[in-house]
């Protein structure tokens, strides 16, 4: 089923929701981190990007809501340029991108509600986020996402009483929240063990299939890209240097990707 | 071994020689300018008093005991004729307490022996002499130094004394002892109720000073936080507008909610209705305005980023703000109100304290409402220009900036400058903001001459070189300049204020000083440069600039030892621990700020980007990011801050500051070592008892 194109909604078809062009990110220290990375996202596909440690993965993702400017390049988000973008424009385009993080990044002191519900903060007056109020849809709605992720029994923990795969389901509803149309997923089964990697995989999967959601997941391993994704790009250096189905790399390729030492390792 | 010696290794040999060599010269230095000498501690006369001293201060008068005594008294002659030999001496054959001295004649200087009879057995002693204008003296027993001495257990005592020099030796002396002993239970001296007073406002006086320190410091740690601004950068069009529009904001926010909040004191407080002012009218029509401004708002939920929605949403949010600030107004009224009605018993410290909330409130009023006016205004303005000026191109946009950038240097000299007008040292801050102004405009002129690139990866070493020579010659340029031009030998060496003169308008005369008017010349000059080089859509890292300004801010705070703003405070507030918590206070928002702002450095940064992700505000991101992460640490750090101001307000009376410091240097000032002992022991006592009750609880949070 990998690399079979999913079947989209008629009215998103053929449209690139994500145009990124000639990207390029220098950091201070002069360490090259993405080198002239072009590439399109029609709506409602599930990319996974490969690559070893440093090969520019999390930049690229970030680069896309800023979170690390770009030095170089435009990104395209339905026709609006995001790297030009001001302030409060860019709020108002990151507030339809999710995100999910390796480490999770949940608040630990805070309730899972409380997690779950800052993922509305960008449709929130920041007035009444000094007196931490959310409107009672918003309330429901938070519950309501818990309740997809299979966790609403633990709204009122803690965060950090969670397990990890739990803790990065809250990840999940809290992006879930932003009502996104684009979802990046930054490594976000590489701190989890096998079993709970394809659960959390699983729910993204659903993500994609059920609300049309694009996604954009690094990934460590390629048997998951190949489990999940409709896409692959692979990362060398900075550099695109695979861009297609899973299926299409073969051994030579994994070498090119990975290096002429690389083992292939599977997670089942 | 020996052959393979490095150059390396030699060279470091000798830098650890001339090392040796160096704090040999430094300590030689040192023991001869503190006057060490040992021979000090060994003399005689400093030994007895130091031993007394210590002596006294571990006999603290803690307690104290009713008493009974016993007197005698037996009546001499001195230069009498009859100098026969001693008599002996018989014991008095009744039962009452007798004293009977050797001779009846004698002169100053005779040593006596003077022997008591019928005592109370096994009870301490002293003996007067009191001579016949009444003013006793007491009688050291020779060979000792303590005038007490003991009755043996027949009630008898046999003691040698040394006449004193007299007057009046024609007249009858008389030799008096008393024996003193306690009944009763020990009870509490007196000293140690005045301790125990003191003890309790010295606690307090660190509560309220470390209380004072924490919203203010609380405030500041954000913007002394590296991580939180370093992301923060603005392009430099918006820098200007939002720095010129500062001081106006400042005016008309006094002016605006300077006005509702008043209004808001005096409706609260019931002042309005004793003489209802014209004045009233207009923060009551605003008010009016404004909750129908609510109103409209609520029900439209306005949207969108056309500048004329921007214009509406900004006015509603001024009245939305006058609203709050009004509110916040009625509560102080209504605290001095509240005040007034529990002005008596029970209920009269509760009164008190919120007479005085109010009070605090009544007087900052205004200035909160400049305050918020500022930021709103300089804020919402930044942004409104941001669409005019994105589509500045080229030329435009340099001229833009050279003429935004006039503007906001002459403002900000212009500030620097009035502040300098305040005393004759402050005036030095001008030409140092000249010459910070000169470094950044020469460091643009080379980026622009050498055409330098911006990026900080692609410039080379030469160029970093060439660009920090040219910051250094351009500062040291505007500061000599500067310092010419304003005159600075009258600051530094005079130290007068710079003169004011008068400057006539169709006949009306304004007070104007040059001094204001040549440091923003200097001030519109140099930042027009810059801002002519940089145009309005570079982005300038205001954040780190915030952070450095804060960071010195703290640090020259800190370096200031609360003893001495002690000093500064007793002037200003008077004697007392009003003047302690005011100079404990700011030595607090300084440590505390620094503190805070370290521990808002140490925390996970992964929440914040999440948050940000999301589209939050930077204010959102601090309040669901940040603050949760760094209550615990910020609770632990102000016990652990209100554990040293306890300590240090023990001291802080020493200038006057209230509390404990102040009766102990009483009693150290009058040799009373032994009350000194009492309130040593107190101030141990407590400090103790807080340092193990915080260490506790900051063990439990963290």
């Known amino acids: ?268 | 071994m020996w052959g393979s010696r490095s150059p390396e290794t030699a060279r470091r040999n000798l830098l650890i020689v001339i090392g040796i060599a160096i704090a040999i010269v430094i300590y030689s230095f040192g023991i001869d300018q503190t006057d060490i000498d040992l021979r000090e501690t060994q003399d005689e006369t400093r030994q007895t008093s130091v031993t007394r001293a210590l002596r006294e201060l571990l006999s603290p008068d803690i307690f104290d005991q009713d008493s009974e005594s016993q007197f005698a008294a037996v009546s001499m002659q001195l230069r009498c004729e009859d100098d026969g030999a001693a008599s002996e001496i018989t014991a008095p054959s009744g039962s009452e307490p007798t004293v009977v001295v050797v001779t009846g004649c004698v002169s100053s200087g005779d040593v006596i022996t003077v022997e008591g009879f019928n005592f109370r057995p096994n009870t301490p002693a002293v003996l007067r002499w009191i001579p016949p204008n009444g003013e006793s003296r007491p009688l050291t027993p020779v060979g000792t130094t303590d005038i007490v001495f003991d009755v043996d257990s027949d009630g008898h005592f046999a003691t040698q004394v040394t006449v004193p020099r007299i007057r009046g030796e024609d007249e009858a002396h008389q030799i008096q002892a008393e024996a003193r002993w306690g009944v009763g239970l020990p009870f509490a001296s007196d000293t140690t109720h005045l301790v125990i007073e003191k003890m309790i406002e010295t606690v307090l006086t660190a509560l309220m000073a470390t209380t004072l320190a924490i919203p203010i410091a609380f405030a500041i740690s954000f913007l002394a936080a590296r991580n939180l601004m370093k992301q923060v950068s603005v392009p430099a069009g918006n820098v200007f507008v939002g720095v010129i529009l500062l001081p106006v904001g400042w005016i008309l926010g006094t002016m605006l909610y300077g006005a509702v909040g008043q209004f808001g004191v005096e409706l609260g407080s019931g002042e309005l209705f004793n003489g209802a002012t014209a004045e009233a009218a207009a923060p009551a029509v605003l008010l009016l305005l404004a909750s129908v401004a609510g109103g409209v708002k609520r029900r439209q939920n306005v949207a969108g980023t056309g500048i004329s929605v921007r214009l509406r949403v900004f006015g509603l949010n001024v009245l939305m703000v006058a609203v709050g600030i009004f509110v916040f107004g009625v509560l102080g009224g209504l605290a001095l109100t509240a005040s007034e009605v529990l002005d008596s018993g029970f209920l009269a410290t509760f009164g008190n304290a919120l007479g005085t909330i109010g009070d605090i409130i009544e007087l900052t009023i205004v200035g909160v409402g400049g305050l918020v006016g500022a930021v709103m205004l300089s804020s919402f303005s930044a942004n409104l220009v941001q669409h005019t000026l994105k589509d500045l191109r080229g030329i435009e946009s340099h001229v833009a900036g050279f003429v935004l950038g006039g503007v906001m240097g002459a403002v900000i000299l212009g500030l620097v400058a009035l502040f300098g007008t305040q005393g004759a040292l402050l005036g030095l801050f001008a030409p140092v903001v000249t010459a910070i102004l000169g470094a950044q405009a020469a460091a643009a002129l080379y980026t622009y001459v050498f055409n330098v690139d911006k990026r900080a990866f692609n410039v080379t070493k030469t160029q970093a070189t060439g660009r920090l020579i040219a910051s250094i010659v351009g500062a040291v340029i505007m500061f000599v300049i500067a310092a010419e031009m304003l005159d600075l030998s009258r600051a530094l060496v005079q130290g007068r204020l710079p003169a004011e003169d008068t400057f006539r308008f169709f006949g009306v005369a304004f007070p104007v000083r040059s001094f204001i008017g040549k440091a923003m010349l200097m001030g519109a000059i140099l930042s027009g440069i810059m801002g002519a080089l940089s145009g309005v859509h570079e982005s300038i890292p205001v954040g780190m600039t915030i952070y450095n300004g804060s960071r010195t801010i703290l640090n020259a705070m800190r370096s200031i030892e609360p003893l001495i703003m002690g000093i500064v405070f007793v002037i200003w507030v008077g004697v007392g621990p009003f003047a302690g918590v005011l100079a404990l206070g700011l030595h607090s928002i300084a440590a505390l700020g620094k503190l805070y702002s370290e521990q808002i450095e140490n925390i996970d940064n992964g929440p914040l980007e999440a948050i940000q992700s999301t589209g939050a505000t930077r204010l959102q991101t601090i309040i669901y990011g940040v603050v949760p992460q760094i209550i615990p640490p910020y609770i632990a750090f102000t016990l652990y801050r209100w554990d040293i101001n306890v300590r240090m307000s023990t001291i802080i009376g020493f200038v006057g500051g209230g509390g404990i410091g102040f009766i102990l240097q009483q009693q150290i000032n009058l040799l009373q070592y032994r009350d000194a002992g009492v309130a040593m022991l107190a101030i141990a006592i407590v400090v103790s008892v807080l340092d193990y009750m915080s260490a506790t609880i900051r063990e439990r949070i963290i």
Request: charged share 30%; glycine share 6%; proline share 3%.
């Open chain 1, 1 to 268: 089923m990998a690399g079979v194109t999913p079947p989209l909604p008629s009215f998103v078809c053929e449209r690139f929701m994500l145009k990124i062009e000639h990207l390029t990110k220098i950091y201070d220290n002069g360490v090259k981190a993405l080198d002239d990375v072009s590439f399109e996202v029609p709506d409602g596909q599930f990319v996974a990007i490969i690559g070893l440690s440093g090969s520019g993965k999390s930049t690229l993702l970030r680069c896309i809501n800023r979170l690390i400017e770009p030095t170089d390049g435009r990104i395209l988000w339905n026709d609006i340029d995001i790297t030009s973008a001001n302030d409060e424009e860019l709020r108002l385009i990151r507030r339809r991108i999710g995100m999910i993080f390796q480490q999770f990044n949940l608040v630990k002191r805070s309730k899972v509600i409380t997690n779950v519900l800052a993922g509305r903060l960008g449709y929130t007056n920041q007035f009444m986020s000094f007196i931490n109020h959310f409107s009672k849809e918003d309330y429901e709605d938070a519950l309501a996402k818990l309740e997809r992720v299979g966790i609403a029994d633990k709204a009122d923990n803690r965060a950090d009483e969670l397990s990890g795969g739990q803790q990065q389901r809250v990840g999940i509803a809290r992006a879930l929240m932003q009502d996104p149309e684009l979802m990046l997923a930054d490594e976000p089964v590489a701190s989890l063990d096998p079993a709970t990697s394809h659960s959390v995989m699983k729910y993204l999967e659903l993500l994609n299939k059920e609300d049309g959601i694009s996604i954009l997941c690094s990934l460590h391993f390629l048997s998951l890209a190949r489990t999940y994704s409709d896409r692959v790009i692979a990362l060398k250096d900075g550099r695109i240097e695979f861009d297609g189905p899973a299926q299409d790399i073969d051994e030579v390729r994994f070498k090119e990707i990975y290096g002429e030492d690389a083992v292939r390792v599977e997670i089942e």
